[in-house]
């Protein structure tokens, strides 16, 4: 029985149908997104910081927040919704300098900070018809539209990092040839590349300050793709799609675990073949989400002190279920790709496992007679067969 190469279906530079294709946001909502991030941000620029100096009873400067976005949207992660009520997320965290501020009790001044960015969210969704939710005690949340929403948790960090951000922000607008560059420079996010990490609190509504930087997942994710290729941010957005497509009777694997667990499966990219790079990753997992998943930014911390990512699926009482999900997903997968009778049943195993955003085309199936499993530590043999795409 011959051996089916189905990457096409999930990526190709000829089929614009793909798996990846139908995971991937519409520019016109992309763009609404980043029309409501942008309205976002001018109103808490130029709202709180007088709304602050009230709350406060403080006749001292509030400098205007700078911006980070943060989560799916930054790494280059994000899915569109696969079904009601899944929604695709943007988060941009506001953040302010609090030291001279001092004379604030600590959890008063976060408690502060988190009421008036609420309160200015507040007056614009009433004039955009928008709906705020206010139940996450970490940050505000905007329903733009039934299928999206903008979180904008609020950070404290140190004077001289966020005096850094203001200087080189106002540097790069000087320099701007034309107005349209300085908007499109107003746009961007501050260049926090050479900032360092410490020092950096996110205001809670219950708990005051927590230590919570966001930028060493980021700079994670960008050097674990650096290092094993786009074809990781791939896999960890298929096996999202998947999560998605899947009914949960309550909780479901959070993100941020799926990709650390991806992209501890995934050793060294399979060139031209994700869906061997998948099956590989996918047969890896049951074992990984067995034990222990450290979060990437406490990587530095002792042992004892670094989060595992997977003991919140035993508190969702999820874990057995979860593995035996991606079990049978590493069966499905490799039923199509090594023991299909057909690039018909290929297709359908396929999509049975994924959902119809996989495009049902037997006609794009190679067979591959070269390999038919990937190799650990080894790149693959590029397939022979009837090549029909890229």
Not at 247 to 275: F, N
Request: hydrophobic share 40%.
């Amino acid at each position: 029985m011959p051996a089916f190469n189905l990457h096409s279906l999930l990526d190709s530079t000829v089929y614009a149908d793909t798996f990846l294709a139908g995971l991937t946001l519409a520019s016109d909502e992309r763009e609404h997104m980043q029309s409501a991030r942008t309205e976002i941000r001018a109103r808490l620029r130029t709202r709180l910081p007088a709304l602050l100096r009230r709350a406060l009873g403080s006749d001292q400067q509030v400098r205007k927040p700078r911006f980070f976005t943060q989560g799916s949207w930054a790494y280059k992660t994000l899915n569109a919704p696969c079904k009601d009520p899944q929604q695709a997320d943007l988060d941009d965290g506001t953040y302010l300098p609090f030291s001279y501020l001092e004379a604030t009790p600590p959890s008063v001044m976060s408690n502060v900070l988190f009421t008036c960015v609420e309160e200015v969210l507040q007056d614009l969704a009433d004039e955009n018809g928008w709906k705020l939710i206010d139940d996450n005690p970490n940050c505000t949340r905007l329903e733009i539209a039934s299928d999206k929403h903008i979180d904008v948790p609020a950070y404290s960090i140190p004077d001289e990092e966020f005096e850094e951000l203001r200087e080189s922000r106002a540097l790069a607008i000087c320099n701007a040839f034309d107005s349209a560059s300085a908007k499109a420079h107003l746009e961007e996010d501050d260049n926090w590349d050479l900032m360092p990490t410490h020092g950096v609190l996110m205001a809670t509504k219950d708990r005051g300050w927590r230590d919570n930087d966001p930028r060493p997942i980021k700079d994670w994710v960008e050097s674990e793709v650096a290092l094993k290729t786009e074809q990781l941010r791939r896999i960890m957005r298929y096996i999202k799609g998947w999560r998605d497509y899947q009914v949960w009777e309550s909780e479901d694997p959070k993100s941020i675990l799926l990709m650390v667990a991806v992209a501890k499966a995934l050793d060294v990219a399979v060139p031209r073949r994700d869906d061997l790079a998948l099956l590989k990753v996918v047969k890896a997992l049951p074992k990984i989400l067995q034990g222990k998943v450290f979060n990437p930014a406490t990587a530095m911390k002792p042992v004892e002190e670094q989060e595992d990512l997977a003991a919140r699926l035993d508190k969702d009482g999820i874990r057995a279920d979860v593995v035996a999900r991606i079990t049978r997903l590493g069966q499905q997968l490799d039923e199509a790709i090594c023991r299909s009778s057909s690039p018909e049943q290929a297709c359908r195993l396929l999509r049975d496992a994924f959902g119809n955003r996989v495009p049902y085309d037997p006609g794009r199936v190679v067979i591959d007679t070269v390999q038919s499993t990937p190799a650990d530590k080894s790149k693959a043999v590029s397939p022979v067969g009837i090549m029909t795409a890229g």
